[in-house]
């Protein structure tokens, strides 16, 4: 499994901003980001073939995870953008259909995509 994850930029705060996962294939696939000097921390993740999603609480009301399987790709679509969004994201995917929310439990992983969000 190759991961290619896309989307990166730079918006202002309150602009939306879409990031796309592709090449995840039949597995639960989710997005993490990770700020300079600050933990890992989980966005979201979905299910395959996509019927149950995992949102993180800090994001539940602005974010939202989709995928397309026909295309392969997870979709991580982000409104609203605040400044402590600002991070470098992740998408990554389990070897089993069901999502988590703790990036340990992911085997394969992509390229981080920076997203920038100033105020």
């Known amino acids: 499994v190759q991961l290619q994850a896309s989307g990166e930029g730079w918006v202002q705060a309150g602009d939306s901003l879409k990031l796309s996962c592709t090449g995840s294939g039949r597995s639960a696939t989710g997005w993490f980001r990770q700020a300079p000097g600050k933990v890992r921390e989980f966005v979201a993740a979905?299910?395959?073939?996509?019927?149950?999603?995992v949102v993180a609480r800090s994001v539940k009301d602005r974010f939202a995870i989709s995928r397309d399987n026909v295309l392969k790709t997870v979709h991580l679509q982000m409104n609203s953008l605040k400044p402590d969004d600002t991070a470098v994201y992740y998408c990554?995917?389990?070897?089993?259909?069901?999502?988590?929310?703790?990036?340990?439990?992911?085997?394969?992983w992509g390229q981080g995509t920076q997203v920038t969000v100033s105020s």
């Open positions: 990554a995917a389990r070897d089993n259909q069901y999502p988590s929310d703790d990036w340990s439990e992911y085997v394969h």
């Open positions: 979905i299910s395959w073939p996509g019927t149950r999603t």
